[in-house]
């Protein structure tokens, strides 16, 4: 079912890069090749200490926030690589209001957060991972708005093959299908995400702001199958629809995530927008 995320293990690589070569089209259909000489951030003979990379790479983080002022979104991650235990990593999203909860796969590859709606006709019922399987009732939200063919964000969504409208409905819809051949069908609302953000280095904030998602009214392939079931999946990919880069647009996270996933004992982890500090 859409991948699965191996141990994480974490590796500082020293990137060497000698020269480059870089190609300028001019008029006349003629090329001037110029080739950039690019010196080596740490010589090749010389012992580096962990410490010395390490603190070069907190520096470039540091540029990379230094014009952010928003705080950390924070995920807790379930789950575990182990095919013999659960075989994916999923997280926990409140939506709605009242807000309800829902555990979605983390999937690095998409970009799309949806859920199974209440109409949905051949969603599993239960999970073979002990997890009691929610739906998305728009009627039951009072902040939910469907988004209709007409809508300005179905139609910036729609240039990027990840939408298609029914004038019968009038309702913005997507088909998506994962590379396993597993995939979905549904349309899409805007209602409040809830997350915890965190502010400094320790102040807990409840938040929440209006995001984009799919309520998948059809499943197919894997997804269809009880034994790994989950609520829907959370894309983190970084195209406008993914929710990283709605909160981004909404100065409320970086348009950056970071993890640490546990791949022995019972897994589990911690996934955030923004940086890990600790």
Same mark, same amino acid.
């Given at each position: 079912?859409?991948?699965?995320?191996?141990?994480?293990?974490?590796?500082?690589?020293?990137?060497?890069?000698?020269?480059?070569?870089?190609?300028?089209?001019?008029?006349?259909?003629?090329?001037?090749?110029?080739?950039?000489?690019?010196?080596?951030?740490?010589?090749?003979?010389?012992?580096?200490?962990l410490e010395v990379i390490?603190?070069?790479?907190?520096?470039?983080?540091?540029?990379?926030?230094?014009?952010?002022?928003?705080?950390?979104?924070?995920?807790?991650?379930?789950?575990?690589?182990?095919?013999?235990?659960?075989?994916?990593?999923?997280?926990k999203v409140?939506?709605?209001?009242?807000?309800?909860?829902?555990?979605?796969?983390? !999937?690095?590859?998409?970009?799309?957060?949806?859920?199974?709606?209440?109409?949905?006709?051949? *969603?599993?019922?239960?999970?073979?991972?002990?997890?009691?399987?929610?739906?998305? !009732?728009?009627?039951?939200?009072?902040?939910?708005?469907?988004?209709?063919?007409? !809508?300005?964000?179905?139609?910036?969504?729609?240039?990027?093959?990840?939408?298609? *409208?029914?004038?019968?409905?009038?309702? *913005?819809?997507?088909?998506?299908?994962?590379?396993?051949?597993?995939?979905?069908?549904?349309?899409?609302?805007?209602?409040?995400?809830?997350?915890?953000?965190?502010?400094?280095?320790?102040?807990?904030?409840?938040?929440?702001?209006?995001?984009?998602?799919?309520?998948?009214?059809?499943?197919?392939?894997?997804?269809?199958?009880? !034994?790994?079931?989950?609520?829907?999946?959370?894309?983190?990919?970084?195209?406008?629809?993914?929710?990283?880069?709605?909160?981004?647009?909404?100065?409320?996270?970086?348009?950056?995530?970071?993890? *640490?996933?546990?791949?022995?004992?019972?897994?589990?982890?911690?996934?955030?927008?923004?940086?890990?500090?600790?």
């Amino acid at each position: 079912m859409v991948g699965w995320v191996s141990t994480l293990k974490v590796i500082v690589v020293a990137v060497v890069i000698v020269a480059a070569t870089l190609v300028c089209a001019v008029s006349g259909g003629g090329r001037i090749h110029r080739v950039l000489a690019l010196e080596r951030a740490f010589p090749v003979e010389e012992r580096v200490e962990l410490e010395v990379i390490k603190a070069r790479d907190r520096a470039r983080h540091a540029r990379m926030f230094q014009s952010f002022s928003g705080g950390i979104v924070d995920f807790p991650v379930v789950g575990t690589s182990d095919p013999y235990i659960f075989g994916l990593y999923f997280t926990k999203v409140r939506l709605g209001s009242p807000p309800r909860e829902f555990n979605v796969q983390i !999937d690095t590859g998409s970009d799309l957060l949806w859920v199974t709606c209440s109409s949905c006709n051949n *969603c599993p019922q239960n999970s073979g991972l002990g997890i009691p399987l929610n739906f998305f !009732d728009a009627a039951t939200s009072s902040t939910v708005s469907p988004i209709s063919c007409s !809508d300005n964000i179905c139609a910036s969504i729609v240039q990027t093959a990840s939408a298609e *409208c029914s004038a019968e409905s009038n309702q *913005c819809g997507y088909t998506f299908r994962y590379g396993d051949g597993s995939g979905t069908t549904g349309f899409y609302v805007s209602d409040l995400l809830y997350f915890d953000t965190i502010l400094g280095t320790s102040l807990v904030v409840n938040s929440s702001a209006p995001i984009v998602f799919g309520c998948s009214t059809s499943l197919y392939g894997d997804l269809t199958k009880s !034994d790994r079931a989950v609520d829907g999946i959370f894309g983190f990919g970084q195209q406008e629809l993914s929710v990283i880069s709605q909160l981004s647009s909404r100065r409320i996270a970086p348009k950056v995530f970071s993890h *640490c996933l546990k791949g022995d004992g019972n897994g589990g982890g911690v996934l955030v927008l923004g940086l890990i500090t600790t």
